[in-house]
Protein backbone atom coordinates (compact mmCIF):
# COMPACT_ATOMS: atom_id res chain seq x y z
CA UNK A 1 0.00 0.00 0.00
CA UNK A 2 1.27 3.28 -0.80
CA UNK A 3 3.20 5.71 2.18
CA UNK A 4 5.03 8.32 2.64
CA UNK A 5 8.02 6.43 1.56
CA UNK A 6 6.99 5.42 -1.07
CA UNK A 7 5.58 8.72 -2.61
CA UNK A 8 8.75 10.43 -3.67
CA UNK A 9 10.24 7.27 -5.44
CA UNK A 10 6.91 7.41 -7.26
CA UNK A 11 6.66 10.45 -8.00
CA UNK A 12 9.59 10.34 -9.37
CA UNK A 13 8.86 7.37 -11.81
CA UNK A 14 5.75 8.86 -13.12
CA UNK A 15 7.83 12.23 -13.54
CA UNK A 16 10.83 10.77 -15.49
CA UNK A 17 8.09 8.53 -17.73
CA UNK A 18 6.13 12.10 -18.77
CA UNK A 19 9.50 13.26 -19.45
CA UNK A 20 10.41 10.12 -21.62
CA UNK A 21 6.79 9.96 -23.50
CA UNK A 22 8.10 13.73 -24.86
CA UNK A 23 11.38 12.43 -25.73
CA UNK A 24 9.88 10.12 -28.88
CA UNK A 25 8.48 13.67 -30.34
CA UNK A 26 11.01 15.46 -30.11
CA UNK A 27 13.48 13.12 -31.07
CA UNK A 28 11.55 12.36 -34.49
CA UNK A 29 11.48 16.32 -35.01
CA UNK A 30 14.98 16.53 -34.67
CA UNK A 31 15.75 13.92 -36.99
CA UNK A 32 14.17 15.75 -39.23
CA UNK A 33 17.51 17.46 -39.55
CA UNK A 34 20.17 15.69 -38.15
CA UNK A 35 21.42 12.41 -38.55
CA UNK A 36 21.14 10.12 -35.36
CA UNK A 37 24.93 10.18 -34.25
CA UNK A 38 24.14 14.67 -34.40
CA UNK A 39 21.53 14.25 -32.34
CA UNK A 40 22.76 12.40 -29.62
CA UNK A 41 26.18 14.14 -29.50
CA UNK A 42 24.41 17.31 -28.93
CA UNK A 43 21.94 15.55 -26.28
CA UNK A 44 24.23 14.25 -24.35
CA UNK A 45 26.79 17.54 -25.09
CA UNK A 46 24.20 19.52 -23.33
CA UNK A 47 23.10 17.23 -20.46
CA UNK A 48 26.92 16.97 -19.73
CA UNK A 49 27.45 21.17 -19.80
CA UNK A 50 23.68 21.35 -17.50
CA UNK A 51 25.52 19.08 -14.85
CA UNK A 52 28.75 20.08 -14.96
CA UNK A 53 27.72 23.61 -14.36
CA UNK A 54 25.65 22.50 -11.40
CA UNK A 55 28.61 20.82 -9.90
CA UNK A 56 31.01 23.18 -10.29
CA UNK A 57 28.03 25.84 -8.35
CA UNK A 58 28.29 23.58 -6.16
CA UNK A 59 24.68 22.68 -6.11
CA UNK A 60 25.39 18.92 -6.64
CA UNK A 61 27.92 16.91 -5.48
CA UNK A 62 29.89 14.06 -7.43
CA UNK A 63 32.23 12.42 -5.36
CA UNK A 64 34.26 9.10 -7.60
CA UNK A 65 37.25 8.83 -5.09
CA UNK A 66 37.76 4.67 -3.55
CA UNK A 67 34.67 3.60 -5.72
CA UNK A 68 34.52 0.79 -8.25
CA UNK A 69 34.41 3.37 -11.78
CA UNK A 70 34.91 -0.06 -13.70
CA UNK A 71 31.04 -0.70 -13.22
CA UNK A 72 29.91 2.54 -13.87
CA UNK A 73 31.61 1.67 -17.38
CA UNK A 74 29.81 -1.08 -18.12
CA UNK A 75 26.78 0.45 -17.04
CA UNK A 76 27.09 3.15 -19.14
CA UNK A 77 28.40 1.44 -22.30
CA UNK A 78 24.91 -0.04 -22.06
CA UNK A 79 22.96 3.12 -21.37
CA UNK A 80 23.21 5.37 -22.90
CA UNK A 81 25.80 4.34 -25.57
CA UNK A 82 23.78 0.80 -26.95
CA UNK A 83 20.38 1.86 -25.90
CA UNK A 84 20.16 5.29 -27.70
CA UNK A 85 21.77 3.78 -30.84
CA UNK A 86 18.67 1.24 -30.48
CA UNK A 87 16.46 3.87 -29.91
CA UNK A 88 17.74 6.74 -32.62
CA UNK A 89 17.64 4.09 -35.33
CA UNK A 90 14.27 2.36 -34.12
CA UNK A 91 12.43 6.05 -34.05
CA UNK A 92 14.00 7.18 -37.44
CA UNK A 93 12.84 3.92 -39.04
CA UNK A 94 9.69 3.77 -37.09
CA UNK A 95 7.03 5.88 -35.38
CA UNK A 96 6.64 8.17 -32.63
CA UNK A 97 4.02 5.41 -31.98
CA UNK A 98 5.73 2.28 -32.34
CA UNK A 99 8.83 3.58 -30.02
CA UNK A 100 6.38 4.35 -27.03
CA UNK A 101 4.70 0.88 -27.65
CA UNK A 102 7.57 -1.40 -27.82
CA UNK A 103 9.58 -0.11 -25.39
CA UNK A 104 6.90 -0.56 -23.18
CA UNK A 105 8.54 -4.19 -23.02
CA UNK A 106 10.67 -2.98 -20.66
CA UNK A 107 9.43 -3.84 -17.38
CA UNK A 108 9.35 -7.64 -18.65
CA UNK A 109 12.45 -7.93 -19.19
CA UNK A 110 13.21 -6.20 -16.09
CA UNK A 111 11.24 -8.11 -14.12
CA UNK A 112 12.72 -11.71 -15.37
CA UNK A 113 16.31 -10.52 -15.05
CA UNK A 114 15.74 -8.49 -11.81
CA UNK A 115 14.68 -11.89 -10.19
CA UNK A 116 17.37 -13.81 -11.91
CA UNK A 117 20.27 -11.48 -10.96
CA UNK A 118 18.91 -9.63 -7.64
CA UNK A 119 16.45 -12.28 -6.33
CA UNK A 120 14.31 -9.36 -6.60
CA UNK A 121 10.87 -11.50 -7.10
CA UNK A 122 7.80 -9.81 -7.63
CA UNK A 123 5.01 -11.10 -5.62
CA UNK A 124 1.90 -13.25 -7.38
CA UNK A 125 -0.09 -9.76 -7.58
CA UNK A 126 2.57 -7.87 -8.79
CA UNK A 127 3.34 -9.93 -11.44
CA UNK A 128 -0.11 -10.08 -13.06
CA UNK A 129 -0.28 -6.36 -12.99
CA UNK A 130 2.65 -5.84 -14.54
CA UNK A 131 1.30 -8.25 -17.10
CA UNK A 132 -1.77 -6.53 -17.43
CA UNK A 133 0.04 -3.24 -18.21
CA UNK A 134 2.15 -5.22 -21.04
CA UNK A 135 -1.35 -6.91 -22.38
CA UNK A 136 -2.46 -3.19 -22.68
CA UNK A 137 0.97 -2.60 -24.69
CA UNK A 138 0.16 -5.79 -27.00
CA UNK A 139 -3.43 -4.71 -27.70
CA UNK A 140 -2.48 -1.82 -29.34
CA UNK A 141 0.37 -3.43 -31.48
CA UNK A 142 -1.71 -6.39 -32.31
CA UNK A 143 -4.25 -3.50 -33.49
CA UNK A 144 -2.38 -1.03 -34.73
CA UNK A 145 -0.27 -3.66 -36.82
CA UNK A 146 -3.47 -4.52 -38.31
CA UNK A 147 -5.60 -1.74 -38.95
CA UNK A 148 -2.56 0.77 -39.87
CA UNK A 149 0.12 -1.38 -41.59
CA UNK A 150 2.73 1.37 -39.93
CA UNK A 151 4.37 -0.94 -37.92
CA UNK A 152 8.23 -1.35 -39.23
CA UNK A 153 10.15 -4.40 -39.44
CA UNK A 154 13.69 -2.50 -39.13
CA UNK A 155 12.35 -0.49 -36.44
CA UNK A 156 10.91 -3.11 -34.11
CA UNK A 157 14.04 -4.45 -34.39
CA UNK A 158 16.00 -1.82 -33.29
CA UNK A 159 13.73 -1.05 -30.81
CA UNK A 160 13.52 -4.66 -29.11
CA UNK A 161 17.59 -3.87 -28.77
CA UNK A 162 16.63 -1.14 -26.71
CA UNK A 163 14.11 -2.76 -25.02
CA UNK A 164 17.10 -5.37 -23.74
CA UNK A 165 19.84 -2.61 -23.44
CA UNK A 166 17.60 -0.69 -20.61
CA UNK A 167 16.75 -3.57 -19.21
CA UNK A 168 19.61 -4.65 -17.98
CA UNK A 169 20.57 -0.51 -17.34
CA UNK A 170 17.73 -0.96 -14.87
CA UNK A 171 19.67 -4.26 -13.16
CA UNK A 172 22.42 -2.62 -13.29
CA UNK A 173 21.80 1.03 -11.94
CA UNK A 174 19.91 -0.71 -8.71
CA UNK A 175 23.08 -3.20 -7.97
CA UNK A 176 25.54 0.05 -8.36
CA UNK A 177 22.91 2.00 -5.76
CA UNK A 178 24.66 1.04 -2.87
CA UNK A 179 28.05 2.13 -4.02
CA UNK A 180 27.16 5.53 -5.87
CA UNK A 181 24.48 8.24 -5.11
CA UNK A 182 21.85 8.77 -7.89
CA UNK A 183 23.52 12.10 -8.59
CA UNK A 184 26.83 10.14 -9.25
CA UNK A 185 25.59 7.69 -11.77
CA UNK A 186 23.29 10.15 -13.64
CA UNK A 187 26.56 12.60 -14.12
CA UNK A 188 28.87 9.84 -15.23
CA UNK A 189 26.57 8.92 -17.35
CA UNK A 190 26.00 11.65 -19.09
CA UNK A 191 29.48 12.44 -19.33
CA UNK A 192 30.26 8.85 -21.39
CA UNK A 193 27.55 9.59 -23.63
CA UNK A 194 29.09 13.15 -24.45
CA UNK A 195 32.20 11.61 -25.11
CA UNK A 196 31.59 8.83 -27.27
CA UNK A 197 28.78 10.12 -29.40
CA UNK A 198 30.74 13.63 -30.42
CA UNK A 199 33.60 11.44 -31.01
CA UNK A 200 31.44 9.22 -33.27
CA UNK A 201 29.63 12.52 -34.64
CA UNK A 202 33.39 14.37 -35.39
CA UNK A 203 34.56 11.60 -37.06
CA UNK A 204 31.66 11.49 -39.56
CA UNK A 205 32.45 14.92 -40.00
CA UNK A 206 35.83 15.08 -40.90
CA UNK A 207 35.00 11.73 -42.95
CA UNK A 208 32.34 14.58 -45.36
CA UNK A 209 34.99 17.17 -44.64
CA UNK A 210 32.26 19.01 -43.45
CA UNK A 211 33.95 19.71 -39.77
CA UNK A 212 33.81 23.36 -40.13
CA UNK A 213 29.70 23.38 -40.21
CA UNK A 214 29.66 21.15 -36.53
CA UNK A 215 27.09 23.61 -35.04
CA UNK A 216 25.33 24.81 -38.13
CA UNK A 217 22.11 23.12 -37.40
CA UNK A 218 21.59 25.26 -33.98
CA UNK A 219 20.55 28.09 -36.27
CA UNK A 220 17.28 25.68 -36.63
CA UNK A 221 15.18 26.92 -33.57
CA UNK A 222 12.83 23.76 -33.48
CA UNK A 223 16.27 22.21 -33.31
CA UNK A 224 17.88 23.88 -30.60
CA UNK A 225 14.84 23.81 -28.87
CA UNK A 226 14.71 20.02 -29.27
CA UNK A 227 18.74 19.50 -27.92
CA UNK A 228 17.42 21.80 -25.22
CA UNK A 229 14.08 19.07 -24.27
CA UNK A 230 16.42 15.98 -24.48
CA UNK A 231 19.64 17.12 -23.32
CA UNK A 232 18.31 18.67 -20.05
CA UNK A 233 15.46 17.21 -19.24
CA UNK A 234 14.90 14.04 -20.61
CA UNK A 235 18.55 13.08 -20.32
CA UNK A 236 20.09 14.74 -17.03
CA UNK A 237 16.63 15.33 -14.43
CA UNK A 238 14.78 12.47 -15.77
CA UNK A 239 17.85 10.02 -15.66
CA UNK A 240 18.37 11.79 -12.42
CA UNK A 241 15.02 10.71 -11.33
CA UNK A 242 14.86 7.41 -12.96
CA UNK A 243 18.42 6.54 -11.13
CA UNK A 244 16.71 7.77 -7.82
CA UNK A 245 14.02 5.64 -7.69
CA UNK A 246 16.71 2.61 -8.59
CA UNK A 247 17.77 3.29 -5.65
CA UNK A 248 14.61 2.77 -3.44
CA UNK A 249 12.37 0.32 -4.74
CA UNK A 250 12.51 -2.70 -6.51
CA UNK A 251 13.85 -2.85 -10.19
CA UNK A 252 10.50 -4.71 -11.76
CA UNK A 253 8.21 -2.22 -9.83
CA UNK A 254 10.02 1.04 -11.09
CA UNK A 255 10.36 -0.61 -14.94
CA UNK A 256 6.52 -0.94 -15.17
CA UNK A 257 6.01 3.36 -14.69
CA UNK A 258 8.02 3.16 -18.30
CA UNK A 259 4.56 2.47 -19.33
CA UNK A 260 3.15 5.44 -18.85
CA UNK A 261 5.21 7.10 -21.46
CA UNK A 262 3.15 4.89 -23.71
CA UNK A 263 0.39 6.89 -23.36
CA UNK A 264 2.14 9.87 -23.37
CA UNK A 265 4.32 8.95 -26.52
CA UNK A 266 0.53 8.14 -28.12
CA UNK A 267 -1.11 11.43 -26.55
CA UNK A 268 2.17 13.91 -28.17
CA UNK A 269 1.93 11.91 -31.56
CA UNK A 270 -1.83 12.37 -31.44
CA UNK A 271 -1.65 16.26 -30.88
CA UNK A 272 1.56 17.58 -32.43
CA UNK A 273 2.44 15.23 -34.97
CA UNK A 274 -1.11 14.62 -36.52
CA UNK A 275 -0.98 10.63 -35.78
CA UNK A 276 -3.78 8.50 -36.16
CA UNK A 277 -5.79 7.69 -32.73
CA UNK A 278 -8.07 4.80 -32.58
CA UNK A 279 -10.65 3.15 -29.99
CA UNK A 280 -7.48 0.41 -28.83
CA UNK A 281 -5.44 3.01 -27.90
CA UNK A 282 -7.96 4.36 -25.20
CA UNK A 283 -8.11 0.55 -23.92
CA UNK A 284 -4.66 -0.07 -23.93
CA UNK A 285 -4.23 3.05 -21.75
CA UNK A 286 -6.64 1.61 -19.26
CA UNK A 287 -5.13 -1.58 -19.27
CA UNK A 288 -1.60 0.08 -18.76
CA UNK A 289 -2.62 2.35 -16.28
CA UNK A 290 -4.45 -0.13 -14.32
CA UNK A 291 -1.53 -2.40 -14.68
CA UNK A 292 0.83 0.62 -13.04
CA UNK A 293 -1.36 1.43 -10.29
CA UNK A 294 -1.57 -2.56 -8.70
CA UNK A 295 1.89 -3.03 -9.05
CA UNK A 296 2.82 0.06 -6.89
CA UNK A 297 -0.09 -0.49 -4.87
CA UNK A 298 0.89 -3.75 -3.99
CA UNK A 299 4.52 -3.31 -3.90
CA UNK A 300 7.10 -4.12 -1.10
CA UNK A 301 9.05 -2.08 0.99
CA UNK A 302 11.27 1.20 0.08
CA UNK A 303 14.92 1.36 0.75
CA UNK A 304 16.19 3.87 3.23
Known amino acids: ?29 ALGTAGPFELLSFRFGAAFLTMSLLALLKIIKIDYKNKPLRSL ?3 SFTHPFLYFIFETFGI ?71 VLAASIYNILSRKLSSDFTPMEITYFMMAFGALFFNLISVADHIK ?63 LFMNEAFFWYHLAGAALILLGVWGTSYFGGKVNE
Open 73 to 75: FLL
Open 208 to 270: NGTLSSYFILFSDTGFSISILYLGILSSSIAFLLINYSLSKIKASENAVFSNLSTIVSIAAGV
Open 1 to 29: MLNNKKFLPYMSCITASIIFGFSFMFSKK
Open 92 to 162: KYGSTLQAGIMLALIPIFVAVLGAWLLKEIPSLKQALFIVLSVAGVMLIIAMGSTSSGSVSIAGTVFLLMA
